[in-house]
């Protein structure tokens, strides 16, 4: 079992920065993958950004250029966002997948921005 925690989810302005982070306990030498996800209102899921298991980085081309995923090897991910703007709004999820294809969650975090 893998658990995950974000934090560092909240309000800010068009314009501003936020930075999220992403603890794992449990398992963490199962994880192969880890990355974010986000789900704005009336929209489905997406991913933001991610490590691969061969640790190459994936983003989505809306966030590329403004938005940076880190991570501390399986501990913990990171995203940096920068120049936020109001279709950033969403609920971000952490995302973590073992070497058995087992997917985890963390419970989400809420950002908004908005003036």
């Known amino acids: 079992q893998v658990q995950l925690v974000e934090s560092g989810g909240g309000l800010v302005q068009p314009g501003g920065s936020l930075r999220l982070s992403c603890a794992a306990s449990?398992?963490?030498?199962?994880?192969?993958?880890m990355g974010w996800y986000r789900q704005a209102p009336g929209k489905e899921l997406e991913l933001v950004a991610s490590f691969t298991s061969g640790g190459t980085t994936n983003y989505a081309d809306s966030v590329k250029g403004r938005f940076t995923i880190s991570r501390d090897n399986a501990k913990a991910v990171y995203l940096q966002m920068n120049s936020l703007n109001p279709e950033d709004t969403a609920v971000y999820y952490c995302?973590?997948?073992?070497?058995?294809?087992?997917?985890?969650w963390g419970q989400g975090t809420q950002v908004t921005v908005s003036s």
């Open positions: 995302h973590a997948r073992t070497g058995t294809w087992h997917n985890y």
């Open positions: 449990g398992l963490i030498g199962s994880i192969v993958a």
